[in-house]
C-alpha cells in the first residue's frame, strides 16, 4: 500500500525480534520463512527508503489487534479503509494516549530453575 501510495520513506514497526533481524542481516534458504524474508527483501529494495525497527507488542495494540481480528476473516487479502469495530476500542485508546504495562518476565522462569 505505501509503494502504491508514493512513499517514499516509510518506517515499518515489527514486533517481533527475530523477523527485524531476518530484515536486517538475511535468512538461510533452508529456513521455512526464507519465502517470505525475500518477498519482503524485494519489497525493502525497491527506490525508497524504509528502516525497519523493532516495538514492543504493548506500543503497537493496534497492529496487534487487527492481527488478531483477521483470524476471524477468510483466507485472503483484505483493505479497511475504516477501522474494523473489532478494534475500534484500540483505536480510540492509541488516539488518546493510552499506555499498558509491559509484560515482562524473569529470565529464570525460560531456564528451567
Known amino acids: 500500500m505505501a509503494w502504491e ?15 527485524v533481524g ?3 542481516t538475511g535468512i538461510s534458504d533452508t ?10 527483501h524485494s519489497l525493502i529494495a525497491k527506490d525508497w527508503i524504509v528502516r525497519v525497527t523493532h516495538v514492543y507488542r504493548e506500543a503497537n ?4 489487534g487487527l492481527t488478531n481480528y483477521t483470524f476471524s476473516l477468510p483466507l485472503g487479502y483484505h483493505f479497511f479503509d475504516v ?4 478494534v475500534v476500542s484500540i483505536l ?3 488516539e488518546l494516549g ?3 504495562p509491559m509484560r515482562v518476565f524473569p529470565a529464570f522462569l ?4
Request: charged fraction near 30%.
Open 5 to 19: 501510495k508514493r512513499c517514499t520513506r516509510v518506517v515499518l514497526e515489527v514486533d517481533s525480534e527475530l523477523m
Open 22 to 24: 531476518f530484515l536486517q
Open 31 to 40: 529456513h521455512p520463512l526464507s519465502f517470505l524474508v525475500r518477498r519482503y
Open 61 to 64: 495494540c493496534l497492529a496487534d
Open 83 to 86: 477501522a474494523p469495530m473489532d
Open 92 to 94: 480510540n485508546e492509541d
Open 98 to 100: 493510552f499506555t499498558r
Open 110 to 113: 525460560f531456564h528451567g530453575f
